[in-house]
């Protein structure tokens, strides 16, 4: 791993006045912020990123705090640790979704040290990107490997020309919560947009990257933006599933975020999300339109079935498997079906 020098700024302003004194472009990054760092620093100990300098967020006096609304509605500061995120399940609907979703990632010593921010903003876990030797269209690259080669965990929608998925489990589910987030920029500069939007596709400006953020800007909040209960018809469900290859600290190979809001077990609002599956986290707009209006059955009535396999087959609308990833269409529909039966109790 190549030397680097190790810079504590005291403030986001000062940090992001550092990090934009590194290059402007991505490609040529020589500075970058660093706060958990578990995934910065195994980029850096494999080569696959250089730089001359990191600045760290820790000292800053960021926001490392959780907050939650009478509504369970959640306002979290970027470089708040999973482990106090997955504490949250007995705080609502909106929590527990979140809560279930930071449980689910890695281990209880990465929990343990990154934070909400560093999973939100991380890189592709491609089996071609992290490999060094491989300059893949990720890295500047003329070539998305995985297309032709070996893409058992590559992208069945949205993919193109690069077919990596997005690895976090916490962006789905805080989609899912219709969530913002706030970014702070150099001279002092902030600005807030949905998280969904945060995310691009291969296909949508700059190939290398996966987000909108510039290399001087850096995440400082996320707030959860689901209707306020008292204010509508119907309370909210929420229900995380994930699959993974082994039991344990894997990531995704499919997960679905999905939010219920049912009045009389009829559904009148809601929000599916899929995960491992796209290069961004995947809202299913074709999922919700098939649940909302129907009637949530009881798990095992043949309503229920037809329901679950209605939603499964929207969620999957435009699927476009690879050689060695088509498992993951019937993977998905099933976790639909599970979260569904999870909700209709």
């Known amino acids: 791993m190549k030397d680097f020098e190790y810079i504590q700024p005291d403030s986001i302003a000062t940090a992001t006045e550092l990090l934009a004194e590194g290059d402007a472009a991505w490609s040529n990054v020589s ?3 660093i706060a958990g760092g578990q995934d910065l620093f195994g980029e850096l100990k494999t080569g696959i990123v250089e730089v001359d300098s990191l600045v760290d967020l820790k000292a800053t006096g960021a926001d490392n705090t959780i907050a939650v609304d009478p509504s ?7 470089l708040v640790k999973l482990t106090d995120v997955a504490e949250l399940a007995e705080r609502g609907p909106v929590a527990s979704l979140l809560a279930a979703a930071a449980l689910s990632v890695a281990s209880p010593q990465i929990r343990s040290q990154a934070t909400l921010g560093g999973n939100l903003c991380q890189r592709p876990r491609c089996l071609y990107y992290r490999r060094p030797e491989a ?5 500047g690259g003329d070539e998305c490997f995985a297309y032709g080669g070996h893409n058992k965990y590559n ?3 949205g993919g193109g020309p690069s077919f990596i998925v997005h690895p976090s489990d916490l962006a789905p589910a805080l989609v899912a919560l219709d969530a913002k987030v706030t970014i702070a920029g150099a001279g002092g500069a902030t600005r807030e947009l949905p998280l969904a ?3 691009t596709l291969p296909s949508e400006g700059d190939v290398t990257r996966e987000t909108v953020l510039t290399p001087s800007e850096v995440l400082t909040q996320v707030e959860t933006q689901l209707p306020l209960v008292d204010r509508m018809a119907g309370t909210w469900r929420s229900s995380w599933q994930k699959f993974r290859e082994r039991d344990g600290f894997d990531f995704a190979l499919s997960a679905v975020a999905m939010c219920l809001r049912v009045a009389d077990r009829r559904i009148v609002d809601a929000r599916v999300v899929l995960g491992g599956v796209a290069p961004r986290p995947w809202r299913s707009a074709e999922a919700e339109a098939a649940l909302i209006g129907q009637e949530l059955a009881t798990h095992g009535s043949a309503e229920f079935d037809a329901l679950a396999v209605a939603a499964g087959e929207a969620a999957l609308t435009g699927a476009e498997p690879l050689d060695h990833n088509g498992y993951k269409i019937p993977l998905t529909k099933g976790l639909v079906r599970r979260a569904l039966q999870e909700l209709s109790r």
């Open 31 to 33: 500075r970058r912020a």
């Open 155 to 157: 992208a069945i929608l």
């Open 72 to 78: 369970g509605n959640l306002r979290i500061g970027a």
């Open 135 to 139: 300059i893949c269209l990720k890295k």
């Open 197 to 199: 939007d945060l995310y």
